[in-house]
């Protein structure tokens, strides 16, 4: 899983997630169903926000501060005994300082997966365009490979994070 996404996990963290793993483990055979408190928050993200969707589910769009809360709070709605309270004001603090790096990460991360298969970094960086665009180039990206892998190469949540990386580093 590291080696999917080696910006996302670091050999530090995937430790700590193997340590997890193990401890959880024991946790099941004595039958305990406390919520867990983490020392480290970005375990806890992990741990809170990813066993219903995908990463980039979360990331999909900037949220202010006050957006992130709301949406933690609608999250936790769904699966109250998965959230301490203490946890909230932490998971809000985190998304808001770090959600816009992390968003850009993910999207570097998906872009050198999905679109340096067919050409070389520097047809990509050479380019400027607007919005309209770069939303019509990946359109014409998504066309062609699917033509050639014979499948759906990228989700909508990628197309957009993709897009809007774009848009950012190389706008017109
Ligand atoms: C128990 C399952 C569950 C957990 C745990 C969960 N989510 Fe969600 N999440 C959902 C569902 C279902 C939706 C789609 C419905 C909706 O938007 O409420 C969703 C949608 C979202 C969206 C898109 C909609 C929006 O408001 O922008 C974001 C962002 C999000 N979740 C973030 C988080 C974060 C952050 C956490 C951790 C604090 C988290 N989720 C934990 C089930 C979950
Ligand atoms: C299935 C292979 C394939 C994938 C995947 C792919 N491309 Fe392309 N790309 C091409 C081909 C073929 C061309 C056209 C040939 C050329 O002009 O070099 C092209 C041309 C381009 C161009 C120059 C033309 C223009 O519209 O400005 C850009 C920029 C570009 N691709 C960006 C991307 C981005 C961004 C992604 C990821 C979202 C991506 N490509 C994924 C095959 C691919």
């Known amino acids: 899983m590291m080696g999917k996404n080696p910006l996302w996990i670091t050999a530090e963290e995937g430790a700590l997630i193997i340590d997890e793993i193990v401890n959880g483990r024991k946790d099941t055979i004595v039958a305990t169903s ?3 408190k983490y020392a480290d928050v970005q375990v806890l993200f992990i741990d809170r926000c990813t066993r219903c969707h995908t990463v980039n589910r979360v990331l999909k769009q900037n949220k202010t501060r006050e957006e992130w809360q709301e949406t933690i ?3 936790r709605d ?3 005994e998965l959230f301490l309270d203490e946890d909230i004001p ?4 985190y998304l808001t300082e770090r959600g816009k ?3 850009d990460d993910v999207a570097a991360q998906i872009m050198v997966e999905k679109c340096l298969v067919c050409h070389e970094v520097g047809r990509i960086l050479l380019e ?3 919005r309209k665009g770069w939303e019509d180039c990946v359109v014409d990206m998504r066309v ?3 033509q050639k892998f014979q499948k759906d190469w990228f ?3 990628e197309f957009n994070l993709i897009v809007d990386l774009l848009v950012k580093t190389q706008g017109s």
């Open 101 to 103: 790096m992390m968003r």
């Open 34 to 36: 406390q919520t867990k």
């Open 73 to 75: 709070l609608r999250m």
């Open 90 to 93: 932490i998971l809000t603090e």
């Open 128 to 130: 400027r365009k607007s």
């Open 155 to 157: 989700s909508s949540d």
């Open 144 to 146: 062609l490979a699917r």
């Open 78 to 80: 769904n699966a109250p």
